[in-house]
DNA sequence: ATAGACCTTAATGTGTACTTGAAGGCAAGC
DNA sequence: GCTTGCCTTCAAGTACACATTAAGGTCTAT
């Protein structure tokens, strides 16, 4: 398939799957005679994951660094192992961070319904359920 | 407390409050006699909770918005409402993401003590068919 | 009273992640 | 043969979220 029709399948812009190319977050793309990029299935799934990955917040530079090891064939385990694992903490992080944002949200969406009450007092909920559950771990 | 201490007390910039005070992502900031910031725990906590949201990704612009709303006294409540909700939604699917994003770490991280036969033997199965077909043409 | 450490505003610079524009090639339809 | 519509590369432009610099004020200690 073209180019346009992996944006179209993706939702990835023509002009960002070259530049995830060029940035080698994807592999190289094979050619047709004339020079356009024919891209296959095992692209759009490697775009998709790019999508994925950046939609969760990893940059440019991790997520190639990352890649790299992925694709590695020398057996650099021990390597690879810390950087997923320093990875994962970065994003449960990230997941209990958005967590308790949503815990935030739906109080306040709980609460319209009775009456307008002050940020402050919100706050301050907040603060004494998140010491609670802290408490509970 | 000056903006200095406040910067300490938050891990944000110094720079990063006051451009947080110029966009309104927190209140304005009582001034000294001499005119500088006089910062206060209701102020950093509110640094607090930018930098939390602004962690799960939320751009500032929406950031504002939502704050707005937050601090409205209007009560326009049925829209209100309806704004929240939709961005309880977006942060629900995203920390959905996050978390598949983080089962796919922990997965390939479970297997690395076995040996290497993740997500890595898929792809290269994927390659392997893709080299194969390259042949066949 | 001069240095050093803090503060102020306003303007400009920076890095990231693309997007857009320029200039041109190839193939199909009118 | 010219337009349309896709493609190419390369360079330059853009938006966001600050960071940095300039030019100056205030406070405290030596």
Redesign the pocket.
């Known amino acids: 398939m073209?180019?346009?029709?992996a944006?179209e399948k993706t939702g990835v812009?023509?002009?960002?799957i070259?530049?995830?190319e060029k940035e080698s977050l994807i592999p190289e793309i094979d050619r047709t005679?004339?020079?356009?990029?024919d891209i296959d299935d095992r692209i759009i799934r490697r775009i998709t994951f790019v999508t994925q990955m950046?939609a969760v917040g990893m940059?440019?530079?991790s997520l190639r660094r990352y890649i790299q090891l992925f694709d590695a064939q020398e057996d650099n385990t021990k390597e690879q192992k810390a950087i997923l694992q320093e990875q994962l903490a970065v994003m449960e992080e990230k997941r209990d961070d958005l967590q308790s944002a949503i815990d935030h949200l739906n109080y306040k969406l709980n609460h319209f319904y009775d009456h307008m009450e002050t940020t402050e007092e919100e706050l301050r909920e907040l603060e004494r359920q998140h010491a609670e559950k802290k408490a509970n771990q």
Chains 1, 2 share one sequence.
């Open positions: 073209n180019i346009k029709e944006s812009s023509s002009a960002a070259r530049y995830y005679e004339v020079g356009n990029r950046r940059s440019i530079d």
